[in-house]
């Protein structure tokens, strides 16, 4: 596929030349730029403690133009999605990156595994909770469910310094349910249990609490034997639901 030569910042995956891509952002800044609302993008860029400026566009707003911005556009490839979300993440204001994570979302079935480097990438570029946990359990996850061989860039994630790569890592099997590699979850959980930061100590608990519901007995047998090496904060968050 043909990429773009500029836009892109050092490091970034270029940008696949895409008409549909085009298209798609063309719609969305008509869209999105006319429903601003600046009073209330003061509140939401304060309680997303300023990593992104807002338009100030409200959830079930936002959601209702992004429906006419992609109404009659034809099903998008592997390389039309990356052009789309790498777009929008070159964009400043954070409903721009919500659009693309939502795309993503729609469009994950026909992503290959060779998408993982674009989502690597939307992981650790203005990073914040509020985005990376939808990548994680709906993008990510997807992708390595599709193809058990990413397992082993979960196991480089969750090693990784940057603490947003080791999040998604422990949430990427969130919604698997029966499906989830319990062993590797529980070493995933091991591996980082010291870690100081609180978003990673909040995933440990989140991911535990979360398989615990497919399986509550392994989840207090694993606490029981483990719950030393872990802060207060997981194992809270591990426990909520079961007890324990």
């Not at 298209?23 to 992104?52: H, N």
């Not at 203005?126 to 082993?152: E, F, I, S, Y």
């Not at 947003?164 to 070493?187: I, K, P, S, Y």
């Amino acid at each position: 596929m043909r990429v773009t030569g500029g836009g892109t910042a050092a490091g970034a995956p270029p940008v696949p030349d895409s008409p549909f891509a085009d298209a798609v952002l063309e719609r969305l800044t008509a869209a999105y730029r006319p429903a601003a609302d600046p009073e209330r993008a003061v509140a939401m860029r304060a309680y997303m403690k300023d990593v992104a400026p807002f338009l100030g566009l409200a959830t079930p707003v936002r959601r209702a133009l992004s429906r006419t911005v992609t109404a009659g556009l034809p099903r998008p490839g592997e390389a039309d999605c990356a052009a789309v979300a790498l777009r929008c993440w070159h964009l400043p204001e954070r409903e721009y990156h919500y659009f693309a994570v939502d795309h993503l979302r729609g469009h994950v079935r026909h992503l290959s595994s060779g998408f993982l480097p674009i989502a690597r990438h939307l992981l650790t570029t203005v990073a914040w909770w509020d985005t990376v946990d939808l990548l994680a359990a709906h993008v990510v996850g997807p992708l390595v469910a599709a193809d058990p061989a990413l397992t082993a860039d979960m196991d480089d994630w969750i090693g990784d310094d940057d603490k947003w790569l080791v999040r998604a890592a422990l949430l990427h099997q969130l919604r698997f349910g029966e499906r989830t590699d319990a062993a590797r979850l529980f070493a995933h959980c091991l591996r980082r249990s010291g870690h100081p930061d609180f978003f990673v100590r909040k995933a440990i608990g989140w991911s535990l609490r979360e398989y615990a519901r497919t399986d509550p007995d392994a989840v207090r047998a694993f606490l029981a034997r483990e719950r030393g090496r872990f802060a207060p904060l997981s194992v809270r968050e591990a426990l909520r639901n079961i007890g324990g």
